[in-house]
């Protein structure tokens, strides 16, 4: 019994060092004196965040970023939830191919995903702007919120919306007052998760981007110049920005799970 | 039981599923002020009947009226029929005292008056204190009185009630029967309560709906249902009554199990020789059970003393025999 404990830890410790390390050699570094990666290290520094952080298309980049997440995650949350909501209310012909549409954009290879967009977007004359990566991103997330709402609405009681008209509630009244609110930890967990995944999204964000480059087109383009650390520190910002909605998401699907 | 003016009239009422018939041809008037019961098997269309009157579903033939107007076209929310689910639906991520208030706060009453009605109505029925609890905290009984608390706060004229005592604990169902007859007395509201209990329609309501196959297979007292079953399927459906064949040919006689008795020895031609095969104590005496001649089940309810004089053994003989009142000739 201990043995295996033990090995269980072993395991673990490996699989988390596996998947960490890179991220934390990338952190480290980025408050390392030195130009180059290389062991011994030198003194501790913020220098790098502070140039990189001078520079104002880093900025900008940010701004994009934070811009095109917060409304695509948004988007997404608000598509995904209706669309999680029609499986859950309503029986039609053609349901399961219904279904089936709504979540195949992650199937879709992200280079394919990328040119499609690319090609779709200039003919609206929307590529290259913030709207056009906000769209390629509502159109990625989407999928991810119907699947964290249809979970949580199929823990409903179907009886609870027809308890809220049988009181008095109109079909609107019933969906804010009832639906939404039981929903609510889903449909937070969803708008965290869409957002980390058009904050962290590259490929197709490169495509749409223009001259509106996102945080990770960005960094693409500074790496591509040179090898420099304030690439790590900009990564370290990412990393936290994600990781925490990521953390968020998973925090409120496990509590509402728990119940 | 005579209403003047009934609260509720089914016309002609049809409702069918794709190519399923749930209810066939409904005529019903319910009173004011009356306890009525729908009971039946599952899928006899007691529900959907329910469902019908709250406007869940809509009648594909026939009306509908409440209080002398139709309701085909009212949709759920503009009606006043709060029900009692039978999974009680209460709202789980409100508190007590927020569960009370929703219907209030839906039809606009203001604030400070829903919480003074709220707090009403948890005090009348022992909520008293639990008003800032989560749904999850509360025991069966107290949900049970939540829900009820819900319904009843908008003060409606009637009240439907969906196999609300099925997911309760034997002891707390007799004590909710309780709860709800009284309520219903001070009210003098009607309610129309949905079960497949006998055991709860027959203690509670005033007036009892037989429903089989998506018609009405009797209406009556619980009295007149239990003495006097129309057919073979009431009395079937009702329990505790013996199918026996009448002097008539052809003709079939329900004898209850209260009403048959049990002798040790042949008494008169007119006995029917049964064995004994076992028994069951009820809440008001001891079933016993009988192969008859022709292998049918024989039921007859006997005291407590008389079973210990008997002392019955599987496979004794014993002679069953009815007094000529207490047969009841079955119409169709």
Known sequence: MRRSNALTWIYLTALFGFVFAPIVTSMVFSFNSDRFPTVPLGHFTLHWYET???????????????????????????????????DFRYGFRFKNAYLALALLPPTIPLVIMGLAMLAWLARLGLSGTLPGIVIAHTVMGAPFAMAICRLRLQQMDPSLEAAAWNLGASPWRAMRNVVVPFSAPAIISAYCLTAAVSFDEFIVAWFVSGLNKTVPVMILEILQGNVDPQINAIGTVVFLTSMTLVIAAQLLILRKSAK | MTHPEPLVQFSGVRKTFGPFEAVKSLDLDIGLGEFVAIMGPSGCGKTTTLRMLAGLETPTEGTIRIAGQEMNDVPVHDRDTPLVWQSLALFPFLNVKENVEFGLKMRGVDASEAHSRAM?????????????????????????????????????????????????????????????TKLQKELGITFVYVTHSQSEAFAMADRVVIMGQGEIAQIGTPQEIFRAPRNRFVAEFVGRNNILKGTVPGQEIVVAADRMKVHDSAPDDHAIAADFVSEEFAGTGIICYFEGPEGEELKAQVREDQLATLAPEPGQRFWLTWAPEAAHALTG
């Open chain 1, 52 to 86: 990189a952080f001078a520079r104002p298309e880093v900025w900008t980049a940010f701004r994009n970023s934070l811009i095109a997440a917060a409304t695509a995650g948004a988007l997404s949350t608000a598509l995904g939830f209706a669309t999680a909501y029609t």
């Open chain 2, 120 to 180: 009403l109505w948890l005090d009348r029925m022992g909520l008293k204190g639990f008003e800032k609890r989560r749904i999850d905290e509360l025991s069966g009984g107290q949900r049970q009185r939540v829900a009820l608390a819900r319904s009843l706060v908008t003060e409606p004229q009637m009240l439907l009630l969906d196999e609300p005592l099925s997911a309760l604990d034997a002891h707390l169902v007799i004590r909710m029967q309780g709860v709800l």
